[in-house]
C-alpha cells in the first residue's frame, strides 16, 4: 500500500475543500487499514471590529461583553464544519490546525508533508486564498519528497483512480511518480501508458515502460505519438478524454524552482487546467 497507508489532506475551506475530503474518504474505503489525518489552515484571528451580536452574559447585575472578531467567527464556524465533515469520512480521522497570519505559513506544508506517505490537496487556482494554496502546493511538491494528488474544484462526487494515465517522458521525475503511484495503479481498472515524442528529449521510451509494468504484474496499454513542446498540454488532456481517465500520473518540473518560476512548464500548465487530478512527484 505504501503511499496510500498514511494520506494527509490539507484544507483551508471546508466548503471549498470538499473534493479533498471526497477524496479521502474514497481511498480510505478503497484501501483498508489506510489512515487519513486533515491539517486545516485557518486564518488567525484579528481583534479589529465586533460582530454584530456580541457574545454577553450577566453576572451580578453586571453585563459582560465578549467581543469577537469576524475572523475568530470565521474560524470558529470552520472548524465546526470540518469537523462534522469528518465524521463521515469514517474511523478516526484527527484535526490539526494552523493558524494563518501570513502567507509564510505556507512554507509548513512542505514539512508538514514528510512525515506522511500521500499528500491531498485542492487545485490551487480558480478558489479564494489563491496566492496562499499556491504556496502550499509549491511547498508540498518542493520541499517534502513525497507525492500528492491535486483535486480541481469541480471534481465532486466522482471516482478517482479507475483509469489512469500515465504522462511518460522518460524522466526522473516521471519514474519517481510511477513508483509512488503503483498501490493505486495495481488497483485501477485500467492503465495507460502515453509519450510524446518530442525532438532532443532522452530517456526511457513509452514501451520500455508498458514492459516493465507488465513484469510488475500490471496489464497496461501503451501508445506514442510523435508532437511540438507546445502541443504537450492539449494531447496530454485529449488523451485523458478519450481514455476515460480520472487520474493523471506525472512528474512535477523537471527543472530548478526558479526557472519554472520564471519560464513556467508543462506542470504548470496543467496545474492550472487540469479537468481531472493528477498525481504528482518529484
Known amino acids: 500500500m505504501m503511499c496510500v497507508r498514511d494520506m494527509l489532506a490539507m484544507v483551508v475551506s471546508a466548503t471549498d475543500d470538499e473534493p479533498v475530503l471526497e477524496t ?10 489506510a489512515h487519513v489525518s486533515v491539517l486545516a489552515f485557518l486564518q488567525k484571528p ?15 447585575g453586571v453585563a459582560f461583553v465578549r467581543e469577537r472578531t469576524q475572523a475568530q467567527s470565521g474560524a470558529l464556524e470552520e472548524s465546526i464544519l470540518l469537523s462534522r465533515r ?16 501570513s502567507g509564510a505559513e505556507a512554507d509548513l506544508a512542505g514539512l508538514e508533508a514528510r512525515c506522511a506517505g500521500l499528500t491531498l ?3 490551487p487556482t480558480g478558489l479564494a486564498n489563491e496566492p496562499f494554496r499556491r ?6 511538491l518542493y520541499e517534502s519528497g513525497r507525492p500528492l494528488i491535486l483535486t480541481p474544484p469541480e471534481w465532486r462526487n466522482k471516482p478517482l483512480g479507475r483509469v489512469v494515465l500515465i504522462a ?9 511518480a510511477v513508483a509512488d503511484a503503483q498501490p493505486l495503479l495495481a488497483e485501477a481498472e485500467a492503465v495507460h501508458v502515453f509519450s510524446i515524442h518530442v525532438a532532443g528529449r532522452n530517456g526511457p521510451s513509452g514501451m520500455a515502460l508498458g514492459a516493465h509494468l507488465r513484469r510488475s504484474g500490471l496489464r497496461c496499454h501503451q501508445r506514442t505519438i510523435t508532437g511540438a513542446r507546445h502541443e504537450i498540454e492539449s494531447l496530454l488532456l485529449g488523451e485523458c478524454a478519450a481514455v476515460g481517465a480520472d487520474l493523471l ?7 530548478a524552482r526558479l526557472h519554472e518560476l520564471l519560464f513556467g512548464g508543462v506542470t504548470r500548465s496543467l496545474v492550472r487546467a487540469s479537468p481531472i487530478p493528477l498525481f ?3
Open 86 to 101: 469528518l465524521e463521515r469520512i469514517g474511523g478516526r480521522t484527527p484535526l490539526r490546525r494552523i493558524e494563518i497570519a
Open 280 to 282: 504528482i512527484s518529484r
Open 249 to 255: 500520473v506525472m512528474g512535477g518540473y523537471g527543472h
Open 168 to 176: 511518460w517522458d522518460g524522466s526522473r521525475e516521471a519514474a519517481r
Open 135 to 140: 504556496a502550499m502546493f509549491e511547498s508540498v
Open 46 to 60: 484579528q481583534v479589529k471590529s465586533r460582530i454584530e451580536m456580541p457574545d454577553a452574559a450577566v453576572m451580578g
Open 24 to 33: 479521502a474518504q474514497q481511498l480510505r474505503t478503497r484501501f483498508e487499514g
Open 121 to 123: 490537496m485542492m487545485r
